[in-house]
């Protein structure tokens, strides 16, 4: 747990754990840093034991709540002990909730089964012990402690598992941790022995576990290494018939002439993704004419293989996928590809550049390639031609730029008044309504679509739903500088959320700008569109410089919708004390918002005028509102949202008056007299002759003094006491006092 003092011992079995586990997670590129925390979720626990016993553990591989990762964590406990382990006071929630010592006790007793390999009812310590000393007799190992702190044993015990490595007792230098350290990097680097232990903590601080573990990798290593080299090379592996591809260049859609890519993805005989690169999975696409379609196979290092290809013809083309000879899972696949020629009657051309323009102010317009069914091509190449005539009838220079993406983009530069002739064409042919007839003016009163730009809060997101928005258009002239007067068309196209057209106001300001409003009308992303109309042909347009623009509209809170409720909105209230209620924010559809920032204002009217009211926002869409009534009765609460009055607003409160200790007195006194006969026996009947008399403290009888006969035998005395002092009373039957009567009685200042 964190903030926990470790001792020494425990940071050392600590370090060797985490390493031990990490050995075995490198096989799917995982890693622990903290055990503590990174088993809590389950899906690494899952993975450690999937590796070390090669069987498989179903769990939620994306835990979020608290409750699945006990499941997930219970999975794992649950085929422990399935395999015959048993498990000690350890639950799921420890795990999840980072208690060490059972944690390091669960990984010790998975370090038994899996890597000292002991069964239960065996002594790990006894055999391991035994089997150290019947390799290195001559150290008298006893223990997995102290007996490992020259460092030289470790050494010796690797020499003799693998005879060769060093050159003992020559090496040694009779420096502990150097000596340690030989024997850990010769194993490392001769027996693959994972270095999981610190030469420094063997020798300074050892921990009996910590050099079991360590210890029983030597015991074993051929063993070991045989599994782990197994494992490794199951989970990566492929198996074809779990192999399987996906991805755009496998689906319907793609066009002739347009790369396409897919991805195979490589699965092991467990059904998981390998987890490396490096195998060879022959891809073969025939086309319909019987031709190899040539591919292009990327290999991403991580188990996952992209295969680019570019179809050429129309048709039916066979996609055949195998590894190792076998087709891998539903290979082959059949891919139609569909034609993408353009038609030149289909293409489309359309810009300034073909409408009008300014002499020494580029002209720009746009061709589109369509094939023969209007549909956008999306890939380049295509030998469009465009020629200009200047009003001369001399050819001028044009540009004509492919984006490869099935637009070209052309410009031309006129520099005299006068008409221009645009001719465009594909392979001789006229495209669209070529050649066109453009009229270049030497000055334009028109601002430029390419300059004027839009901007204001309608524009930027964080708006409500709830609001009017608002921002403004910009007119700036071709040169760059801004203009002063009104009279250009601009539009405004505005697309909701739900695909639905808004229809925005645009007004004139006859000052350069214009003052665009919508109001929205649901949360989401609204698509705006603003373009420049050409005032003598208003049907072609251009986008200004900054459009389409996309806005994220919030929700936003609806005064009407909003609710309050709570006590201090309920019959009952009392002048006493605060009263509380709390006040909902929903947005348009009734639906409460769950975040804070909303101006309510509460006004609380009173008998005898206005009542404070303090409002503090909880930050998930609700606010807690609370006053102090200063008088008992009608109370009219009205909650407003930017002035407008929430669901049920004004509130009428009847408020009652509440006992106030302050001004709350002792009104009476009673006492209470048994009558006895002669012989001490309680009467229980009533009718004596029962009196009583009490003097006030300024020696005046109290005239409020009252007996009341109870008819049981007793009788109730009682009088009002409304000053301080000494009260003197007596209590007579037949005209004598009863026993201990008379008594003086001190009542207290209230």
């Given at each position: 747990?964190?903030?926990?003092?470790?001792?020494?011992?425990?940071?050392?079995q600590e370090?060797?754990?985490t390493?031990?586990v990490?050995?075995y997670?490198?096989n799917r590129m995982l890693?622990?840093?903290?055990?503590?925390?990174?088993?809590?979720?389950g899906?690494?626990?899952r993975a450690?034991l999937?590796?070390?016993s090669?069987?498989?553990?179903?769990?939620n591989?994306?835990?979020?709540m608290?409750?699945?990762?006990?499941?997930?964590?219970?999975?794992s406990?649950?085929?422990?002990?399935?395999?015959g382990?048993k498990l000690?006071?350890i639950?799921?929630?420890?795990?999840?909730?980072?208690?060490r010592t059972?944690?390091?006790?669960?990984?010790?007793t998975?370090?038994?089964?899996y890597?000292?390999q002991?069964?239960?009812?065996?002594?790990?310590?006894k055999?391991?012990?035994e089997?150290?000393?019947?390799?290195?007799p001559?150290?008298n190992?006893n223990n997995f402690?102290?007996?490992?702190?020259?460092g030289?044993a470790?050494?010796a015990l690797?020499?003799?598992?693998?005879?060769?490595?060093m050159?003992l007792?020559?090496?040694?230098?009779?420096?502990?941790?150097?000596?340690c350290?030989?024997?850990?990097?010769?194993a490392?680097?001769?027996m693959?022995?994972?270095s999981?232990?610190?030469a420094?903590d063997?020798?300074?601080?050892?921990?009996e576990?910590s050099n079991?573990?360590?210890i029983?990798?030597?015991?074993?290593?051929?063993?070991?290494?045989?599994?782990?080299?197994?494992?490794?090379?199951?989970?990566r592996?492929?198996v074809?018939g779990?192999c399987?591809?996906?991805?755009k260049?496998?689906?319907?859609?793609?066009?002739?002439?347009?790369e396409?890519?897919f991805t195979?993805?490589a699965r092991n005989?467990?059904?998981?993704?390998?987890?490396?690169?490096g195998?060879?999975?022959?891809?073969?696409i025939?086309?319909?004419d019987?031709s190899?379609?040539p591919v292009k196979?990327?290999?991403?290092?991580?188990?996952?293989?992209?295969?680019h290809y570019t179809?050429r013809i129309?048709g039916?083309?066979?996609?055949d996928?195998?590894?190792?000879?076998?087709?891998i899972?539903?290979?082959?696949?059949?891919?139609f590809?569909?034609a993408?020629?353009p038609?030149?009657?289909?293409?489309?051309?359309?810009?300034?550049?073909?409408?009008g323009?300014e002499?020494?102010?580029p002209?720009?317009?746009?061709?589109e390639?369509?094939n023969?069914l209007?549909?956008?091509?999306t890939s380049?190449?295509?030998p469009f031609?465009?020629t200009?005539k200047?009003p001369?009838?001399?050819?001028?220079p044009?540009?004509?730029?492919?984006?490869?993406?099935?637009?070209?983009?052309?410009?031309?530069l006129?520099?005299e008044?006068?008409?221009?002739l645009v001719?465009?064409?594909?392979?001789?042919?006229?495209?669209?309504?070529?050649?066109?007839?453009?009229?270049?003016e030497?000055?334009?009163?028109?601002a430029?679509?390419?300059?004027?730009?839009?901007?204001?809060?309608?524009l930027e997101?964080g708006?409500?739903?709830?609001?009017?928005?608002t921002f403004?258009?910009?007119?700036?002239y071709?040169?760059g500088?801004?203009k002063?007067?009104?009279?250009?068309?601009?539009?405004c196209?505005i697309?909701d959320?739900?695909?639905?057209k808004?229809?925005?106001?645009?007004?004139?300001?006859?000052?350069?700008t214009?003052t665009v409003q919508?109001?929205?009308?649901?949360?989401?992303?609204?698509h705006?569109?603003?373009?420049?109309?050409?005032?003598s042909?208003?049907?072609l347009?251009?986008?200004?410089?900054?459009?389409?623009?996309?806005?994220l509209?919030?929700?936003?809170?609806?005064?009407?919708?909003?609710?309050?409720?709570?006590?201090?909105?309920e019959p009952g209230c009392l002048d006493?004390e605060?009263?509380?209620f709390?006040?909902?924010?929903?947005?348009?559809?009734?639906?409460?918002r769950?975040?804070?920032?909303?101006?309510?204002?509460?006004?609380?009217m009173?008998?005898?005028g206005?009542?404070?009211?303090?409002?503090?926002d909880?930050g998930?869409?609700?606010?807690q509102?609370?006053?102090?009534p200063e008088?008992?009765?009608?109370?009219d609460?009205?909650?407003?949202?930017?002035?407008?009055?929430?669901?049920?607003?004004?509130?009428?409160?009847?408020?009652?008056?509440?006992a106030?200790a302050g001004?709350?007195?002792?009104e009476?006194f009673?006492?209470?007299?048994?009558?006895?006969d002669?012989r001490?026996?309680?009467?229980?009947v009533?009718?004596?002759?029962?009196?009583a008399a009490?003097?006030k403290?300024?020696?005046q009888a109290c005239?409020?003094?009252?007996?009341?006969?109870?008819?049981?035998g007793?009788?109730?005395v009682s009088?009002?006491?409304?000053?301080?002092?000494?009260?003197?009373i007596?209590?007579?039957?037949d005209?004598?006092?009863?026993?201990?009567?008379?008594f003086?009685?001190?009542?207290?200042?209230?």
């Amino acid at each position: 747990m964190s903030g926990e003092k470790l001792e020494l011992w425990q940071v050392v079995q600590e370090k060797t754990f985490t390493r031990w586990v990490n050995t075995y997670l490198v096989n799917r590129m995982l890693k622990v840093e903290n055990l503590m925390v990174d088993l809590g979720d389950g899906k690494m626990l899952r993975a450690l034991l999937e590796i070390i016993s090669t069987k498989e553990i179903k769990i939620n591989n994306n835990p979020k709540m608290r409750v699945q990762k006990l499941e997930n964590l219970n999975a794992s406990l649950d085929f422990l002990k399935r395999e015959g382990i048993k498990l000690v006071s350890i639950g799921a929630d420890n795990i999840l909730d980072g208690n060490r010592t059972l944690i390091m006790g669960l990984i010790w007793t998975i370090i038994l089964r899996y890597q000292i390999q002991v069964e239960e009812g065996s002594s790990a310590k006894k055999d391991l012990l035994e089997w150290v000393r019947s390799k290195i007799p001559e150290y008298n190992i006893n223990n997995f402690t102290t007996d490992w702190q020259s460092g030289k044993a470790i050494s010796a015990l690797a020499e003799a598992v693998l005879p060769g490595q060093m050159n003992l007792p020559r090496d040694f230098t009779n420096n502990p941790v150097r000596d340690c350290q030989m024997g850990i990097t010769k194993a490392r680097e001769n027996m693959n022995i994972p270095s999981i232990i610190d030469a420094e903590d063997m020798v300074n601080t050892p921990d009996e576990l910590s050099n079991m573990t360590y210890i029983s990798y030597f015991r074993d290593f051929l063993d070991m290494e045989t599994r782990r080299r197994e494992q490794e090379l199951f989970e990566r592996t492929p198996v074809a018939g779990k192999c399987f591809a996906y991805g755009k260049g496998v689906e319907p859609g793609n066009e002739a002439g347009i790369e396409t890519e897919f991805t195979i993805e490589a699965r092991n005989g467990a059904d998981r993704r390998v987890p490396v690169g490096g195998h060879n999975f022959p891809t073969v696409i025939k086309a319909p004419d019987g031709s190899i379609v040539p591919v292009k196979t990327i290999d991403n290092s991580n188990g996952t293989y992209q295969v680019h290809y570019t179809p050429r013809i129309e048709g039916n083309h066979n996609v055949d996928i195998t590894f190792q000879g076998t087709p891998i899972k539903n290979s082959p696949i059949n891919v139609f590809i569909k034609a993408a020629r353009p038609d030149p009657t289909k293409c489309k051309a359309f810009g300034p550049g073909l409408e009008g323009g300014e002499a020494h102010e580029p002209a720009r317009f746009t061709i589109e390639a369509r094939n023969c069914l209007g549909d956008k091509i999306t890939s380049g190449g295509h030998p469009f031609q465009v020629t200009v005539k200047d009003p001369h009838g001399a050819n001028i220079p044009a540009k004509c730029n492919d984006n490869r993406d099935g637009t070209y983009s052309c410009e031309y530069l006129p520099q005299e008044i006068g008409d221009y002739l645009v001719g465009i064409t594909l392979q001789g042919a006229n495209v669209a309504k070529a050649p066109y007839k453009v009229n270049i003016e030497e000055n334009s009163k028109m601002a430029s679509p390419f300059k004027s730009y839009a901007d204001g809060p309608g524009l930027e997101p964080g708006n409500k739903v709830t609001e009017l928005q608002t921002f403004y258009i910009h007119a700036v002239y071709p040169n760059g500088q801004p203009k002063k007067t009104g009279g250009d068309l601009f539009d405004c196209f505005i697309t909701d959320p739900n695909r639905q057209k808004l229809k925005p106001s645009i007004k004139d300001n006859n000052n350069g700008t214009w003052t665009v409003q919508y109001q929205p009308t649901d949360p989401g992303k609204y698509h705006i569109e603003i373009i420049q109309r050409n005032p003598s042909l208003p049907h072609l347009f251009d986008h200004i410089k900054n459009s389409p623009i996309d806005v994220l509209i919030d929700p936003g809170t609806v005064a009407a919708n909003c609710i309050a409720y709570g006590p201090g909105l309920e019959p009952g209230c009392l002048d006493t004390e605060p009263a509380v209620f709390t006040i909902e924010a929903r947005d348009k559809n009734g639906k409460r918002r769950l975040e804070g920032g909303d101006p309510f204002k509460v006004d609380i009217m009173g008998p005898t005028g206005p009542i404070h009211a303090d409002i503090v926002d909880n930050g998930d869409g609700t606010y807690q509102v609370t006053y102090n009534p200063e008088d008992a009765g009608r109370h009219d609460v009205a909650v407003t949202l930017e002035g407008k009055p929430i669901k049920g607003s004004t509130f009428r409160v009847d408020v009652n008056a509440g006992a106030w200790a302050g001004k709350s007195v002792m009104e009476s006194f009673t006492y209470v007299v048994r009558a006895h006969d002669k012989r001490g026996k309680p009467l229980t009947v009533g009718g004596a002759k029962l009196t009583a008399a009490v003097t006030k403290p300024n020696g005046q009888a109290c005239q409020q003094t009252k007996v009341d006969d109870n008819r049981n035998g007793s009788y109730t005395v009682s009088f009002q006491a409304k000053e301080p002092g000494l009260f003197k009373i007596s209590t007579k039957i037949d005209g004598k006092d009863i026993v201990g009567s008379p008594f003086d009685q001190k009542i207290s200042n209230y």
